[in-house]
């Protein structure tokens, strides 16, 4: 009987899925990634993450203005 409860997990295809469905498991393996690099990071385990230079006149005027907004 324990069989027939996960038989139609098994035997589910793709054609059944809604778009709900695909959108709900690209957040939850999106969360569930930003989970893991949060703790890899809060335990020291990850370098610290690097800002990028601007490479463009356009690009440092709109950093330096960010700038002043941020701690």
Known sequence: MASNAFAGLLNSSADRHSLFDDAQGIVAGSMLAVLGVTLLSGAGCLPAARRALPSSPIMRR?????????P
């Open 62 to 70: 709109a950093s330096a203005s960010a700038s002043a907004f941020l």
